[in-house]
C-alpha cells in the first residue's frame, strides 16, 4: 500500500515563497506528480520527478529525494490565482494521491 | 482542442436506480481512470484501464463497474447507486499509466 502526506493548509502573502512538502511510503517507485486544483475545477499537471533533485518550471519548482521519501513543490512570488489545493501523487505500481493542501495567499 | 470530456456535470438520483456517467477522451491515449474526490480525502482511485478490454479495480470498487470497449470511452457504471456514493468523480487519461493526467472537468452525484 501507499502512504502519502502533505499539510492540509498554509496561508502565505503574495509575493512571497511557499513551500509545500509531501512524505510517501510506498513498496515501489516509478515517479512523482504534483497537481494544482482551484476550488470547483479539475486538477491540472504541475510537474514530474522520476529522478532526484530539483525541476524547474518558472515560478514553480519540484524537488524529490528518492532515498528518503520526499518531495517538495516551491512556489515563489506568489500570486493570488495561486490560491489553491497542490496535489501529491506517486506512483509505485499504480497512482495515488495525497489529501491536498490549500494555500491561500494573501494581499 | 485536446480534452476530456465527461457527462453529466451534476447528477442527482434516488439511491437503486442505475446511472451512467460518460467519460470521452480524443488525445488517443491509453490509460484512463476514475477517480472520486471527498472532503479530507483527496482523490481515490475507482478502476482504471491499461488499453482496450483491460480493467483493473483502483482502491475503491465497491458498488461501481466500468468497460472499456474502445480506446476513447471509459464509462462509469452505479449499478444501485447508495447515499455513501454521493461525491465528485473525476475521469481522466494519460498517454501511459506513467504519464501525466488530463482530468475531465468533474461530475458532482448526489445519491438521495
Known amino acids: 500500500g501507499q502512504n502519502i502526506d502533505q499539510p492540509t493548509e498554509m496561508t502565505a502573502t503574495e509575493g512571497a515563497i511557499v513551500q509545500i512538502n509531501c512524505t510517501y511510503q510506498t513498496s515501489g517507485f516509478n515517479g512523482l506528480f504534483w497537481y494544482q486544483q482551484h476550488a470547483g475545477e479539475a486538477p491540472t499537471f504541475l510537474s514530474y520527478n522520476v529522478l532526484d533533485g530539483l525541476e524547474e518550471k518558472g515560478r514553480f519548482s519540484s524537488f524529490l529525494s528518492r532515498s528518503k521519501g520526499y518531495s517538495y513543490l516551491l512556489l515563489k512570488e506568489l500570486q493570488m490565482k495561486d490560491s489553491a489545493s497542490y496535489l501529491c501523487?506517486?506512483?509505485?505500481?499504480?497512482?495515488?494521491f495525497g489529501a491536498g493542501t490549500t494555500v491561500t495567499v494573501r494581499a | 482542442e485536446a480534452q476530456v470530456t465527461q457527462n453529466p456535470r451534476y447528477l442527482i438520483t434516488v439511491t437503486g436506480k442505475k446511472l451512467t456517467v460518460t467519460c470521452s477522451q480524443n488525445?488517443?491515449?491509453?490509460?484512463m481512470s476514475w477517480y472520486r474526490q471527498d472532503p479530507g480525502l483527496g482523490l481515490r482511485q475507482i478502476y482504471y484501464?491499461?488499453?482496450?478490454?483491460?480493467?483493473d479495480k483502483g482502491d475503491v470498487p465497491e458498488g461501481y463497474k466500468v468497460s472499456r470497449k474502445e480506446k476513447r470511452n471509459f464509462p462509469l457504471i452505479l449499478e444501485s447507486p447508495s447515499p455513501n456514493q454521493t461525491s465528485l468523480y473525476f475521469c481522466?487519461?494519460?498517454?501511459?499509466?506513467?504519464?501525466?493526467?488530463?482530468f475531465g472537468n468533474g461530475t458532482r452525484l448526489t445519491v438521495t
Open positions: 488525445m488517443n491515449h491509453e490509460y
Open positions: 484501464s491499461m488499453n482496450v478490454e483491460v480493467t
Open positions: 481522466a487519461s494519460s498517454l501511459t499509466g506513467n504519464s501525466p493526467l488530463h
Open positions: 501523487a506517486v506512483n509505485d505500481y499504480k497512482l495515488s
